[in-house]
Nanobody, 126 residues
Framework: QLQLAESGGGQAQAGDSLRLSCVLSNRRFTNYAMGWFRQTPEKEREFVAGISWSGGSTYYSDSVKDRFTITRDNARSTAYLQMNRLKPADTAVYYC???????????????????WGQGTQVTVSP
């Protein structure tokens, strides 16, 4: 059974950086597109970033574009989310997600992803 394990969350101050990691186990990593989503008690789970199986294509929400970078290391079966210039508005539980590759994968759609991690809390103070 495919498993996703996130790490790297924690507390930060505005302007700081954090890097989240997500390890996929028990399946071939390159069969999956990967995404990062986040959720707060006040909002539905929202798309943050997505990356194709090869890493050649990346996608971002407008709120994080130019501050966050999604990458993947296929040899380590790991996806990363580098978060720079953090803001209090970035405070959320962050989830990684995996979806089987397809020719028309919609990276920002939660329904595309079959597997989700347990989430990691990121808290940014002013």
């Amino acid at each position: 059974q495919l498993q996703l394990a996130e790490s790297g969350g924690g507390q930060a101050q505005a302007g700081d950086s954090l890097r989240l990691s997500c390890v996929l186990s028990n399946r071939r990593f390159t069969n999956y597109a990967m995404g990062w989503f986040r959720q707060t008690p006040e909002k539905e789970r929202e798309f943050v970033a997505g990356i194709s199986w090869s890493g050649g294509s990346t996608y971002y929400s407008d709120s994080v574009k130019d501050r966050f970078t999604i990458t993947r290391d296929n040899a380590r079966s790991t996806a990363y989310l580098q978060m720079n210039r953090l803001k209090p508005a970035d405070t959320a539980v962050y989830y990684c997600a995996a979806g089987r590759n397809s020719g028309s994968f919609h990276y920002s759609a939660r329904s595309e992803y079959d597997h989700w991690g347990q989430g990691t809390q990121v808290t940014v103070s002013p």
